[in-house]
């Protein structure tokens, strides 16, 4: 039986954990059709692919992708839950009451952890508000995001995963706006009530989507009134592979009183007028080598792809990490 997350992550100050990359992308790379308001979730809202009779083929896939990143060397790896608020489930699906709702995720919950196995860390994935309303990119939340309701939409999700022995770790993760950090800032032991991380969308200038400086985001967790014992770690997802070292070494002066997590994307650039990935040959990537070893150099602790991130990615990764204790 695995050791719980916190218990590991606080005796082994020296492991640096392999994530597993992006699993969105991925799924969309093998052939699932992840053109939805649900995202990659999309699979499991089909009657079709939990009816034991019926063989589907998505059910391969998302096995086979799981178990790729896990032989590529992920130990901790995410559940398919990002765009599966309550509210956009609720919008977006025949789904409308809350007992229907946290059937589903208990059934997602369980169908990851069956693919990965018990020894393997599951990570409780929560998408941002942005998930919500498209603004991963700009963290644009309306005229008034500091009047969004942030405890109500997350809660639904939070309470599933608090008491879902599933789940080790829960990842709050691609905020981009500092009303909605403020507000996960907020939230004590009786809120977020397992071991968890705040992942931030980062642009390539630095600062969050929503423009608010990495000055202003270490004033927000230097005067934070609320300490939950249970935040881990702060990191960033999602951001441009060439800006990450910098932001990275941004953030750990930000927050130097927490351990990081990262997990960028690929090194592509996407293209929102056509909705596509593009390589950029402009930019010359440091290999995953080179930029792992700089990471861990400068704080942090676990470390993955997000977006067009591969298994081939995420073996480079574990190499990389691998050539660290040696």
Known sequence: MRQSFKEYFNTHPNAVIVMDGGQGTELERRGVDVSSKVWSTVPFIGREFWQKDEKSQNISIVKDMFQAFVAA????????????????????TKIQALEEYNELLNKIVKFCRECIGNSKYLIGSIGPYASHVSAEYTGDYGLHPENVDYLNYFKPQLDNFNDNDDIDLIAMETV???????ALLSWDGTTIKKPFYISLSVGDDGNLRDGTSMDTISTMFQNREVKNPNLMMVGVNCVSYDKTLMIIKKLQIAVPDLPLVCYPNSGEVYDQITQSWKTNNDIKLDSWETL?????ANGVRMVGGCCRTTPDDIHKIAQAVSHLSH
């Open 73 to 92: 060397g992920s130990q901790a790896l995410m559940s398919i839950t990002y765009q599966c608020s309550f509210s956009t489930i609720s919008s977006n």
């Open 176 to 182: 981009p706006n500092k009303y909605e950090l403020k």
């Open 292 to 296: 792992v070893k700089d990471l861990v």
